[in-house]
Nanobody, 124 residues
Framework: QVQLVESGGGLVQAGGSLRLSCAAS????????MGWFRQAPGKERAFVTLISMSGGSTDYADSVKGRFTVSRDNAKNTVYLQMNSLKPEDTAVYYC?????????????????WGQGTQVTVSS
Protein backbone atom coordinates (compact mmCIF):
# COMPACT_ATOMS: atom_id res chain seq x y z
CA GLN A 1 0.00 0.00 0.00
CA VAL A 2 1.09 3.57 -0.66
CA GLN A 3 2.32 5.32 2.46
CA LEU A 4 3.64 8.85 3.01
CA VAL A 5 5.00 9.66 6.47
CA GLU A 6 5.91 13.19 7.53
CA SER A 7 8.35 14.00 10.32
CA GLY A 8 10.36 16.92 11.69
CA GLY A 9 7.60 19.10 13.10
CA GLY A 10 7.79 20.71 16.51
CA LEU A 11 7.73 23.93 18.51
CA VAL A 12 9.96 26.81 17.43
CA GLN A 13 10.19 30.53 18.22
CA ALA A 14 9.39 33.14 15.59
CA GLY A 15 12.39 33.64 13.31
CA GLY A 16 13.58 30.08 13.78
CA SER A 17 13.86 27.17 11.35
CA LEU A 18 12.65 23.61 10.91
CA ARG A 19 13.16 20.95 8.26
CA LEU A 20 10.32 18.57 7.50
CA SER A 21 10.73 15.27 5.70
CA CYS A 22 8.29 12.99 3.86
CA ALA A 23 9.29 9.35 3.46
CA ALA A 24 7.42 7.43 0.76
CA SER A 25 6.81 3.72 0.31
CA UNK A 26 4.65 1.65 -2.02
CA UNK A 27 5.16 3.95 -5.01
CA UNK A 28 8.07 4.97 -7.27
CA UNK A 29 8.68 8.47 -5.95
CA UNK A 30 10.60 9.51 -9.08
CA UNK A 31 7.36 9.17 -11.09
CA UNK A 32 5.39 11.62 -8.93
CA UNK A 33 5.08 15.34 -8.46
CA MET A 34 5.26 15.98 -4.72
CA GLY A 35 3.49 18.74 -2.85
CA TRP A 36 3.32 20.21 0.63
CA PHE A 37 0.10 21.61 2.08
CA ARG A 38 -0.83 22.99 5.49
CA GLN A 39 -3.96 23.36 7.55
CA ALA A 40 -4.31 25.78 10.46
CA PRO A 41 -7.13 25.53 13.03
CA GLY A 42 -10.40 26.79 11.56
CA LYS A 43 -8.98 27.07 8.04
CA GLU A 44 -9.03 24.86 4.96
CA ARG A 45 -6.02 22.93 3.75
CA ALA A 46 -3.84 25.23 1.62
CA PHE A 47 -1.03 24.83 -0.90
CA VAL A 48 2.52 25.54 0.28
CA THR A 49 4.88 24.23 -2.41
CA LEU A 50 5.47 21.52 -5.03
CA ILE A 51 8.44 19.93 -6.77
CA SER A 52 8.65 18.08 -10.09
CA MET A 53 9.68 14.45 -10.56
CA SER A 54 13.41 15.13 -10.93
CA GLY A 55 13.41 18.25 -8.78
CA GLY A 56 14.03 20.62 -11.69
CA SER A 57 10.89 22.69 -11.22
CA THR A 58 9.30 24.12 -8.08
CA ASP A 59 6.38 26.34 -7.17
CA TYR A 60 5.60 28.24 -3.95
CA ALA A 61 2.67 29.98 -2.37
CA ASP A 62 3.26 33.74 -2.10
CA SER A 63 3.09 33.53 1.69
CA VAL A 64 6.24 31.36 1.88
CA LYS A 65 8.37 32.57 -1.06
CA GLY A 66 11.87 33.45 0.05
CA ARG A 67 11.47 31.60 3.35
CA PHE A 68 10.70 27.96 2.46
CA THR A 69 12.63 25.62 0.15
CA VAL A 70 11.42 22.26 -1.16
CA SER A 71 13.81 19.53 -2.32
CA ARG A 72 13.77 15.80 -3.00
CA ASP A 73 16.13 12.83 -2.91
CA ASN A 74 14.60 10.11 -5.08
CA ALA A 75 17.35 7.64 -4.13
CA LYS A 76 16.18 7.95 -0.51
CA ASN A 77 12.50 8.11 -1.52
CA THR A 78 12.21 11.30 0.52
CA VAL A 79 11.00 14.88 0.03
CA TYR A 80 12.06 17.77 2.27
CA LEU A 81 10.71 21.16 3.26
CA GLN A 82 13.21 23.60 4.75
CA MET A 83 11.37 26.36 6.62
CA ASN A 84 13.28 29.50 7.64
CA SER A 85 12.23 32.80 9.22
CA LEU A 86 9.16 31.14 10.65
CA LYS A 87 6.19 33.27 11.69
CA PRO A 88 3.30 32.52 14.07
CA GLU A 89 1.07 32.50 10.97
CA ASP A 90 2.96 29.40 9.78
CA THR A 91 1.51 27.37 12.67
CA ALA A 92 -0.39 24.44 11.13
CA VAL A 93 -0.38 20.73 10.44
CA TYR A 94 1.83 20.17 7.41
CA TYR A 95 0.95 17.42 4.91
CA CYS A 96 2.94 15.71 2.16
CA UNK A 97 1.06 14.74 -1.02
CA UNK A 98 1.76 12.95 -4.32
CA UNK A 99 0.29 12.93 -7.85
CA UNK A 100 1.43 10.82 -10.80
CA UNK A 101 3.52 12.58 -13.45
CA UNK A 102 4.47 16.25 -13.74
CA UNK A 103 1.53 18.31 -12.59
CA UNK A 104 1.96 21.98 -11.66
CA UNK A 105 -1.27 22.14 -9.69
CA UNK A 106 -2.16 23.76 -6.38
CA UNK A 107 -5.52 22.25 -5.49
CA UNK A 108 -5.94 19.69 -2.72
CA UNK A 109 -8.11 17.47 -4.92
CA UNK A 110 -5.40 17.35 -7.61
CA UNK A 111 -3.33 15.05 -5.39
CA UNK A 112 -3.95 11.33 -4.98
CA UNK A 113 -1.95 10.32 -1.91
CA TRP A 114 -1.51 12.02 1.46
CA GLY A 115 0.45 11.59 4.65
CA GLN A 116 -1.01 11.95 8.14
CA GLY A 117 0.65 15.30 8.79
CA THR A 118 3.14 16.75 11.26
CA GLN A 119 2.43 19.64 13.63
CA VAL A 120 4.45 22.85 13.35
CA THR A 121 3.92 25.45 16.08
CA VAL A 122 5.61 28.86 15.94
CA SER A 123 5.53 30.93 19.12
CA SER A 124 5.78 34.71 19.34
Amino acid sequence: QVQLVESGGGLVQAGGSLRLSCAASGLPLSMYTMGWFRQAPGKERAFVTLISMSGGSTDYADSVKGRFTVSRDNAKNTVYLQMNSLKPEDTAVYYCAAVKGWRRLRQVNDYDYWGQGTQVTVSS
